[in-house]
């Protein structure tokens, strides 16, 4: 996972962990896998992948992994 790049280097100030959480849906995760990958509770992965989507202005999980990958924010 990241170990740098603070919240100001990426257009949406993403937090690292949230970086975390959109590189693994970008792979095709669930929110049960991405809490077994991270060692987090899905509740906690849940509230990550939302703010995500509301950080990035995404209509869903799908577009907000669409922005990253146009974006090149994951690849």
Avoid at 11 to 17: D, H, M
Wanted: proline share 3%; no cysteine; hydrophobic share 45%.
């Amino acid at each position: 996972m990241r170990t740098s790049a603070p919240e100001a280097d990426h257009p949406y100030r993403l937090s690292l962990r949230e970086l975390d959480v959109l590189e693994l849906l970008a792979q095709g995760l669930n929110n049960a896998e991405i809490a077994w990958e991270l060692s987090v509770s899905q509740a906690t992965v849940n509230k990550h992948v939302s703010s995500v989507i509301g950080k990035m202005r995404a209509r869903s999980r799908t577009d907000a992994v669409a922005k990253a990958f146009r974006g090149k924010i994951v690849r």
